[in-house]
């Protein structure tokens, strides 16, 4: 069986373009939880495996709990998430999986009640980065975990 396209090897300078902006986009002030909320979400409605195996392990090393993880696919039955978190997840639907209507002005509204122009910037920015992640390992079926001990996730101890 031939292994697929690895594409930090065949165009190095997008890969690491793409790393930057993840990067950048760490330091941001949109909140840390929020962003992991996002990209676990993400990774949920595009079946992207590596990425949603990795995003729960930097989550729980962040301090988030374990139960709101297990809820992140139930988020509108859940007790658990704040109505700023709601919103966040609601948009991340909404930009992953684009429909004819686009960002309902319900929905915008309900943003701007929880986030500043910046952090609706640097929201639709982590929205955006991580389909783009998702659609690459997708591609490539890079194994869950595989860089667990390269980015200091075997720590999470979730096995």
């Not at 139930?74 to 930009?95: D, G, H, Q, V």
């Not at 004819?100 to 982590?126: C, D, K, N, P």
Request: hydrophobic share 45%; aromatic share 6%.
């Amino acid at each position: 069986m031939s292994s697929r396209v690895n594409h930090f090897k065949t165009i190095p300078a997008l890969a690491k373009t793409l790393g930057e902006a993840s990067m950048t986009l760490g330091k941001a002030s949109l909140d840390k939880k929020i962003k992991y909320l996002v990209d676990i979400r993400a990774s949920q409605l595009n079946h992207c495996a590596f990425c949603l195996d990795m995003h729960v392990k930097e989550a729980k090393l962040h301090g988030e709990r374990e139960l709101r993880l297990y809820h992140v696919a139930i988020w509108r039955e859940s007790p658990l998430f704040s109505a700023k978190e709601k919103a966040a997840l609601a948009l991340t639907e909404a930009l992953t999986r684009i429909g004819e209507q686009g960002v309902s002005e319900a929905l915008y509204s309900e943003l701007r009640e929880h986030f500043s122009e910046v952090e609706i910037s640097e929201l639709t920015f982590s929205i955006a980065l991580i389909n783009a992640w998702n659609r690459l390992q997708i591609l490539s079926q890079m194994v869950p975990g595989a860089l667990d001990s390269a980015y200091g996730l075997d720590r999470a101890e979730l096995h």
